[in-house]
């Protein structure tokens, strides 16, 4: 049978319309895996916040990671115990340092008594040293030693991990009921109750964080930049 032109036209458009039809199915089939693989663009946040503190220009610097594994943390692999400088132990010196109205132990310079404006509650505390008074005070490692474990402090040296438990700008004297509450927290699960403490108690964390090439997680670094906004000049911490 032969065909006639019409019918033989007619068959080659059929055939091109299902070659294009083919085609964009296939375009639209590649499109669809890619954006099936492809993060959502909340993924791919800016790590840059409109925050221009000194603290808030710090806080840009810290790495955002997940936090690594616990495995292996021990308090003694940071230090055994306070360090001493000139025979005098670290912890006697930031009590002198945050205390006001202090008397020392006659020809020592262990802290006696002192008065301590204490900066996680805002309440006024009495120190006096005792056995069942001396806890009333405790000096709080503001950026915890476990969370540091797991934010980078494990690949740092033993000497480098012995200075930052024993550094003064991670040190500082708190009431020890909050000091216990807080634990090994870090900004994104616990903040001070003194509202008034929370923007210096941030910025402190930031400049120890920096200081000590740690890193930060994403949900600590929206709860930072949330504080920060409330104090837009905040320094660092000397």
């Known amino acids: 049978m032969k065909l006639k032109p019409s019918s033989f036209k007619l068959t080659r458009r059929t055939k091109y319309f299902w070659l294009r039809l083919f085609f964009t199915l296939f ?23 409109a925050i221009s503190s000194p603290a808030g ?6 790495p955002i990671k997940g936090r690594a594994p616990k495995t292996g ?32 132990v006659p020809n020592t310079c262990k802290v006696a008594s ?4 204490d900066p996680y ?26 969370d540091a474990w797991q934010k980078g ?11 930052f438990a024993n550094d003064p700008l991670n040190l500082l004297a708190v009431d020890g009921n909050a000091n216990q509450q807080k634990a090994d927290s870090d900004a994104a699960t616990w903040l001070p109750k003194n509202k008034s403490y929370r923007c210096p108690y941030v910025a402190r964390q930031i400049a120890v964080k920096h200081k000590y090439s740690l890193w930060i997680t994403q949900a600590e670094q929206e709860a930072m930049i949330n504080i920060l906004k409330q104090c837009p000049e905040q320094t660092l911490p000397l």
């Not at 375009?27 to 916040?49: C, H, K, M």
């Not at 002192?114 to 404006?117: I, W």
């Not at 402090?153 to 200075?163: D, F, V």
Request: net charge negative.
């Open 27 to 49: 375009v639209l089939a590649i499109g669809y895996t890619e954006l099936q693989t492809t993060p959502p663009p909340s993924t791919f946040r800016p790590q840059t916040i």
């Open 57 to 62: 220009q710090v806080l840009n610097l810290l």
């Open 73 to 104: 943390y021990e308090r003694e692999l940071f230090s055994n115990g306070w360090d001493t400088v000139e025979t005098c132990d670290i912890r006697n010196l930031v009590l002198a340092r945050d205390l006001t109205d202090v008397i020392f």
């Open 114 to 117: 002192g008065v301590l404006n």
């Open 121 to 146: 509650t805002g309440n006024m505390i009495t120190f006096e040293r005792g056995q069942s008074t001396s806890d009333d005070v405790q000096i709080d490692h503001v950026v915890a030693l476990s």
């Open 153 to 163: 402090a494990q690949s740092l040296s033993p000497e480098i991990r012995h200075s």
